[in-house]
């Protein structure tokens, strides 16, 4: 269990976290997600007890991180990618953090075997390519066999196979009743991973919701109608107040008026229908909604365009 | 939410289905050295600095008293007057230092460098006591090796002085104190570099300061008047690095112990300024 209360960050000027509150619970696999500079990692370091909030508070499993009487055992965490030393082995880097935490030095190998680097363990962890600098970071984050776990974008750089694995890692160990926290940029891959969202843009709480109501509030829900009658049928549920928009390929798309009322509403005219078809957003889309206001470096320094829905084709 | 799909994934081996218990007690120093012992032994720039501390320490050493062994007929009266045999032979030391310095300051600052000071405070959030396990670890190799390097370099200087040179024995006034005195020396310098480091966590910023100390500052107290001069000179740690090393007195110097407290009090002035600043900053 991660609690956050108000947690904020500033470097000089800028607010990299503002007044953030959210609780991340046992048992699922929860998302962290934001554009780019939004804030997830210096939220992760708080957590983390690495950088001090300049207001609020974080606990894990009810406690601030330096109380913690064995930090190892209760918290695991992949921050980035490769902060090891080049020149030490995996092996070596896996012991010396379990010694200070008091985890005996058969767990080093036993991780090790986990995340598929003990043919490795014993070679210079400069030679290791990005994949498997992720892999020992996810070994040192599972060496105390902790209950909260934190990954700060760990799919990135991987292979597919990698992905798959990290994946199926993370849901398993949501399943065995621990804490998972890991944060991307990348709704789409949240969308696999994820139960429970949190969303945050320049460091601000935008949602935190169940992923399914995420796309189900999102104000890309609407009917796609088709039908020979067209215009008609269109003053009819302009008529109802519904928001209706002709698209390209000659069918209407309507916002504000739900699959039932604009049955009955056709059906009252009659005007018969060749489709009728409700369309949620994507997670991508519910996602690209929620942080159009707070993304923090536009490619070409103007707001994303709002596409066209072409969701659940 | 046509575009999530999941699939059930097996439980990997090795994990728990239930949450182990906690033991009880707290984490703490004993596990901190312990692991530093660990990170010391498994970088191979801890072999490289401190094999070239020894090659420095005992070659340059015993190059300068063959040398002066090898000249000592057309040396002048005066030469042979002061000729000290015991800081002659630990000469090397005063190089050895930059080694054991280096290898200071790399305990702290390779740690910055590559980032795993994040997983070390995490791992530990009390950074006092991962300051006080690095010294600890450091200091205890930094005096066998220091105390090594003497006391070889000492015998091997000895030996190369023949015929008509005077030698120095342990036993005779001042020598021990000399030679037991160089090792810590190296000891104290070096805790002094870490600490050092740990104000300026960059490698390369922390070993131009600390080399900076020792041998721009001393350069720059030359350029004084020698009345400013001679009043400022015997606070320096080299200056105090020559005392220590030499069994004759030396001019405008503190006695040798005075000089190795003053140096420790340095060492220690850094290390609480270091700690303060790692506790307060982000890491």
């Avoid at chain 1, 020992?136 to 990135?156: H, K, S, T, W, Y």
């Amino acid at each position: 269990m991660i609690e956050a209360r108000g947690l904020t960050k500033r470097y000089g000027a800028k607010v990299a976290v503002d007044k953030l509150s959210f609780d991340v619970r046992p048992g699922v696999v929860t998302g962290f997600l934001g554009p780019n500079g939004s804030g997830k990692s210096t939220t992760m370091r708080m957590i983390m007890g690495l950088d001090s909030p300049d207001e609020g508070s974080v606990t894990v499993n009810g406690r601030p991180y330096h109380e913690l009487p064995w930090p190892l055992r209760e918290v695991g965490a992949l921050l980035e990618a490769k902060a090891i030393h080049p020149g030490r082995s995996a092996r070596a880097h896996l012991r010396m953090l379990a010694q200070t935490n008091g985890i005996a030095s058969g767990r080093v190998d036993e991780v090790l075997e986990m995340v598929g680097l003990a043919a490795v363990a014993r070679q210079r962890a400069g030679k290791f390519s990005l994949g498997m600098g992720q892999r020992l970071g996810i070994a040192a984050a599972l060496l105390g066999d902790p209950g909260v776990l934190l990954f700060d974008e760990p799919v990135n750089g991987l292979d597919p196979d990698g992905i798959r694995w990290i994946r199926n890692l993370l849901r398993s160990l949501a399943s065995e009743g621990r804490t998972v926290l890991v944060s991307s940029h990348l709704m789409s891959e949240m969308a696999l991973t994820a139960d429970y969202v949190v969303v945050i843009g320049r460091g601000r709480l935008i949602a935190a919701s169940a992923i399914g109501e995420l796309t189900a509030q999102s104000a890309r829900r609407f009917v796609r109608v088709r039908s020979p009658q067209i215009a008609e049928l269109r003053a009819v549920l302009d008529g109802e107040g519904a928001t209706t928009v002709l698209e390209d390929d000659g069918s209407l798309s309507v916002q504000g008026l739900d699959e039932v009322a604009i049955g009955e509403a056709a059906a009252a005219v009659p005007v018969v229908l060749h489709e009728l078809a409700p369309q949620s957003a994507s997670l991508e889309e519910a996602f690209m909604d929620l942080t159009e206001e707070s993304v923090e470096f536009h490619g070409d320094g103007r707001p994303r365009a709002v596409t066209a829905p072409e969701a659940g084709r | 939410m046509t575009s999530t799909t999941r699939t059930e994934v097996p439980v990997p081996a090795g994990a728990r289905a239930s949450r182990p218990e906690l033991p009880g007690g707290r984490y703490g120093l004993a596990g901190l050295v312990a692991s530093e012992w660990t990170k010391v032994r498994s970088v191979r720039s801890t072999i490289w600095t401190l094999v070239v501390t020894l090659v420095l320490g005992i070659g340059l050493g015993a190059i300068a008293t063959a040398t002066t062994a090898a000249r000592w007929s057309r040396m002048s009266v005066v030469g042979r007057l002061t000729f000290d045999p015991t800081r002659t032979s630990l000469t090397g030391l005063l190089f050895a230092q930059l080694a054991i310095g280096i290898l200071g300051v790399l305990v702290v600052s390779a740690e910055y460098g590559t980032g795993t000071i994040r997983a070390t405070f995490a791992a530990t959030p009390r950074r006092p006591l991962v300051i006080a396990a690095k010294a600890l670890v450091f200091g205890a190799v930094a005096l066998v090796v220091g105390e090594v390097v003497s006391f070889v370099a000492f015998f091997v200087g000895q030996s190369l002085l023949t015929g008509p040179v005077p030698r120095a024995a342990l036993g005779d006034p001042g020598t021990l104190r000399a030679v037991v005195g160089g090792g810590l020396y190296l000891l104290v310098l070096g805790v002094l570099a870490l600490g050092i480091a740990t104000i300026v966590r960059h490698t390369a910023g922390a070993i131009s300061a600390f080399v900076g100390v020792l041998l721009v500052l001393p350069i720059i107290v030359t350029a004084l008047p020698s009345s400013i001069g001679n009043s400022i000179g015997k606070f320096l740690p080299a200056n105090i690095g020559v005392v220590l090393l030499s069994v004759q007195p030396q001019a405008n110097s503190f006695s040798p112990w005075a000089g190795l407290l003053l140096l420790c009090g340095y060492a220690v002035a850094a290390l609480v300024v270091g700690t303060v600043l790692v506790v307060r900053r982000d890491a």
